[in-house]
């Protein structure tokens, strides 16, 4: 068996940890001078600039954001935490304002950001959650930031409230997001699907209980299931398995079930979209639609 996948807490738990020391951490916990230049000579410690030293097994983003004089934030952040980004092809820096010696590399297009949310200073090395999540939305096109959103509040990182007061500090422009907010969506794909069926002005719901089949990420309608597969959650012949058996179950409650890929919901959604206006027209009048007393979204 293969090792066990870690939660988006206990990555978030990780990336927070006190991997990046200051000189005067190192002294705290016992280290003189002496101590600290032998251990970086044997390569226990990585001296990254003056007065930061990192473990070896940090992450090379957070190495390379202390590196240049900041912490690592937005989208960097919230990848290396599991959380849900579009795409991350650039390093996102946090820099205090007024910050002097920056050391930005020529070898990887780098993002810095300025502005902050909150004076506290848990991490030498990464920024506050809501300062990332902030930046997140300053970065993202507005599907691609909703995902995110989504995907912050499903893990439980913040809280609704937490993310108002955020967005109040952010341009107004911005604010409509937090109204479309649905902690439900259980990946980025699926909030992109929902933010389709939501333009195309079809009746659906998210999360809906089948009693033989479980939890379903759409019903669209009443008869029409879509499931947002992806390779994370849907690798290997006994999660086909599953996935099938699930199907000729709900099959045999009246309702049909459709597995859109995550990769053509992420990236072609004009296809995905006419497909489904296709099945709807086609299927729609052949299908009667099923009493909503048999779904439920709770546990039976």
């Known amino acids: ?80 935490l599991g959380v849900f980004v579009f795409r991350c092809r650039e390093l996102h820096v946090l820099v205090t304002p007024g910050s002097s010696r920056l050391r930005v590399t020529k070898d990887r297009k780098v993002v810095l950001h300025w502005k902050v949310l909150t004076s506290v200073r848990e991490s030498l090395h990464a920024a506050p959650l ?3 999540v902030a930046h997140s939305v300053l970065c993202q096109a507005p599907r691609e930031a909703l995902a995110t959103l989504d995907s912050v509040l499903h893990h439980a990182l913040l809280t609704h409230d937490e993310l ?22 259980g990946s980025g794909p699926e909030t992109f699907m929902r933010l389709l069926l939501r333009a195309m002005g079809v009746a659906y719901e998210t999360q809906v209980y089948l009693e033989g ?16 597969d ?8 006994e999660k086909q398995m599953q996935d099938r058996e699930r199907d000729i179950a709900a099959a045999r409650l009246g309702v049909m079930t459709i597995r859109p890929l995550a990769k053509d919901i992420l990236g072609d959604q004009a296809s995905v979209r006419q497909a489904l206006e296709q099945i709807i027209a086609v299927l729609g009048p052949r299908f009667t639609d099923a009493p909503r007393s048999q779904f439920s979204k709770k546990r039976p």
């Open 230 to 237: 992806s390779k994370e959650f849907h690798e290997g012949w």
């Open 213 to 228: 089949v479980g939890y379903v990420d759409f019903m669209v309608e009443g008869w029409l299931i879509i499931e947002c």
């Open 130 to 132: 809501i300062d990332a």
């Open 164 to 185: 108002a007061t955020m967005f109040a500090a952010l341009p107004a422009r911005f604010r409509p997001l937090l109204t479309l907010v649905d902690p439900s969506a």
């Open 1 to 80: 068996m293969g090792k066990k996948q870690k939660t988006v807490a206990q990555r978030a738990d990780d990336g927070y940890a006190h991997t990046v020391l200051s000189r005067s951490d190192l002294v705290h916990r016992g280290f003189t001078a002496r101590l600290i230049a032998e251990s970086v000579a044997r390569g226990e410690l990585l001296h990254v600039r003056r007065d930061r030293y990192a473990l070896p097994s940090t992450h090379r983003d957070i190495i390379e954001a202390v590196r240049i004089g900041g912490r690592v934030s937005c989208l960097s952040l919230l990848a290396l």
